[in-house]
């Protein structure tokens, strides 16, 4: 793919050299690898909530407990990507805190919730597999104990992946024209965002970034785009939605998949602003801080204790 | 070496499906005192394999190499004689010195030339 540096087989040379914790770090890596660390804990912690709200609104105890299992899940990915910051010297509390504050942003796709249980399979479906694509090529980043934490995490967002598409499977082919009607409206809903998720297309100088040249970002957004696209389209196909070329479809002449662009303008206001559901996420976490503080000092012997 | 400073880091070891699998590092959890780092560890590192081993290390009580650790650690050069080859390197180069003596030829192989 002409957008990848080079293609995955083959030895990058910005990937060649690993690091450690206590290795000597260039300057300006132990922070970079600080933030991107710090900022995955905080998604996965944030992540969890528009999922936990349904809990106790499941229909079905078998999804009740597979759900439960991804939100613990999701949650465990918050304490070891926490533990690779901490490592770094950013402390969990302080993750917790400079959002709370509003001191750092979330990604876009945690700005929202759900409105039916119809929604939340093609939409878990679809972040999911963006999430799969996205950690495979971080996994082969330069830091090895974020690469690590991928790796155990990836297994567990198999398992996500799997309930999203069977969630989603069992509503086209049992629901009725109502239900399978809410997961078609997800699915246009949810990819625009998901494709901004991946973050603003590439420009002439990335290779430049700080960050890219590190290894600890490996592949560049365009190229994540595309092979998400390429690998998450037909999933949808085959359960029975349909795929509106206006929305993306494959290239005769490139061969790439064509998509309509994000509204980067509308994207990066509500990332400024903060989205629909941005302040009731953002109180939550800040009530939990405040009434779980006592049983948190308790926990860690801390002086309130 | 150094030793470890954070009081309420705990290392996690554990051993995944058969008794003959090591017991294996697998990352670390927070926590102020070791049975709740154990459960921590147990909630976060046993989720979908079968854990068969689950350990705990306090930190503070481990202590770790260093880059200037490295030269200490690595055997293979520095400790050739531990090696399985060396005995019979060494043999070699014996009968080759004796040869030597006897043809009155000095011996060219140097004494730490791959069989």
Known sequence: MADRALPRDEPDPRLARKFELWDDLPDGYREEAARVSSFQALAEIVGVLPFAEWIDRVPDYARKQMLIAKVQDEVGHGQVTARVAEDLGVSRDRIILDFVEGRTKLLNVFHFGFDTWEEVGPAALLMNSAAIVQFQALDQGTYLPYARALRKIEKEESFHYHHALDHTHQTMTLGTPAQRALVQQAFETWLPRILAYFGPPDTDTYQGNRMYQFGIKVSSNDAMR???????????????????????????????????????????????????????????IADSLERNALYRDVALMRSAA | MRPGTEEDSYEVFARYGKQSEPIRWVGSVRAAEPTLAWHAA??????????????????????????????????????????????????????????????????????????
């Not at chain 1, 070329?245 to 303008?265: C, I, Q």
């Not at chain 1, 994207?267 to 559901?277: I, Q």
């Not at chain 2, 394999?49 to 200490?72: H, N, P, Q, Y």
């Open chain 2, 42 to 115: 147990k909630e976060i590192y046993t989720r979908r394999e079968e854990c068969t081993v689950l350990w705990i290390a306090k930190r503070s009580g481990m202590v770790f190499s260093t880059a200037d650790d490295l030269e200490s650690l690595k055997s293979g050069g520095r400790l050739d004689y531990r090696t399985p080859g060396f005995p019979g390197r060494h043999r070699r180069d014996r009968e080759r010195a004796a040869q030597g003596t006897r043809t009155g030829q000095p011996s060219t192989e140097s004494a730490g030339a791959p069989s």
């Open chain 1, 226 to 284: 595309q092979e998400w696209l390429a690998k998450i389209i037909p999933v949808f196909r085959k359960l029975g939605v349909h795929v509106d070329p206006a929305l993306t479809h494959v290239d005769e002449e490139t061969g790439k998949w064509w998509f309509a662009s994000p509204d980067w303008v509308a994207v990066k206001k509500m990332l400024r602003e903060g989205g629909p559901r941005h302040e009731e996420w953002r109180a939550k």
